[in-house]
């Protein structure tokens, strides 16, 4: 017999809450932000930098790998502590 929830079964849902990412002319530019913009967002961050693009891509690889398979529906904030301070 079939029910309502097999279809669900192995099904993860996740979502990365990436924070402030590393700036560069292009994407300050982007985002309307001048460098002094930036500076103090940074210097406002707990860790004191920004993100570096790696470290957000590694929380996305573990995310899809079978290392974090009792992990599902969940927000995961990649942001240093940005969201908690």
Same mark, same amino acid.
């Given at each position: 017999?079939?029910?309502?929830?097999?279809?669900?079964e192995?099904?993860?849902?996740?979502?990365?809450? +990436?924070?402030? +990412?590393?700036?560069?002319?292009?994407?300050?530019?982007?985002?309307?932000?001048?460098?002094?913009?930036?500076?103090?967002?940074?210097?406002?961050?707990?860790?004191?930098?920004?993100?570096?693009p790696?470290?957000?891509?590694?929380?996305?690889?573990?995310?899809?790998?079978?290392r974090?398979?009792?992990?599902?529906?969940?927000?995961?904030?990649?942001?240093?502590?940005?969201?908690?301070?």
């Amino acid at each position: 017999m079939t029910t309502d929830t097999d279809r669900f079964e192995g099904l993860r849902a996740f979502v990365s809450g +990436g924070g402030i +990412g590393r700036a560069t002319p292009v994407t300050l530019a982007q985002r309307g932000a001048s460098p002094e913009v930036m500076a103090a967002r940074i210097a406002r961050h707990p860790i004191g930098r920004i993100a570096q693009p790696q470290e957000i891509a590694d929380t996305i690889v573990w995310l899809c790998s079978g290392r974090s398979t009792f992990v599902t529906g969940a927000i995961v904030p990649v942001d240093g502590g940005y969201t908690v301070r």
